[in-house]
Nanobody, 123 residues
Framework: VQLQASGGGLVQPGGYLRLSCRASGNIASINTMAWYRQTPGKQRESVASITNTGTTNYADSVKGRFTISRDNTKSTMYLQMISLRPEDTAVYYC??????????????????WGQGTLVTVFS
């Protein structure tokens, strides 16, 4: 079971990017999914989250600019980012609360993390 984040890159202020996070493996269900970000020397901060029924929550700093969504049929979450600012520069991590079965068929409930994708907003 793993989460794979992608979509980061270099963009100028005012630009846009779309991040993706796909869960794979023997997953039975995915509950809340979320995006976090972290810059050097700072704690990881929550950016946005979405429940399995579509309820969303955003950090004040990204409200109106970022949109979180998910496609449950593809076990994938997205983060559409517009009007990007230099202060949005960070490594973005995805997280998901997973219910899956281990190799010995034991049920497991776990909060999984993706590997991070770098977003750089520069002039």
């Amino acid at each position: 079971v793993q989460l794979q984040a992608s979509g980061g890159g270099l963009v100028q202020p005012g630009g846009y990017l779309r991040l993706s996070c796909r869960a794979s493996g023997n997953i039975a269900s995915i509950n809340t999914m979320a995006w976090y970000r972290q810059t050097p020397g700072k704690q990881r901060e929550s950016v946005a989250s979405i429940t399995n029924t579509g309820t969303t929550n955003y950090a004040d700093s990204v409200k109106g600019r970022f949109t979180i969504s998910r496609d449950n049929t593809k076990s994938t979450m997205y983060l559409q980012m517009i009007s990007l600012r230099p202060e949005d520069t960070a490594v973005y991590y995805c997280s998901a609360n997973l219910f899956y079965y281990s190799s010995d068929d034991s049920p497991v409930v776990e909060r999984a993390w993706g590997q991070g994708t770098l977003v750089t907003v520069f002039s």
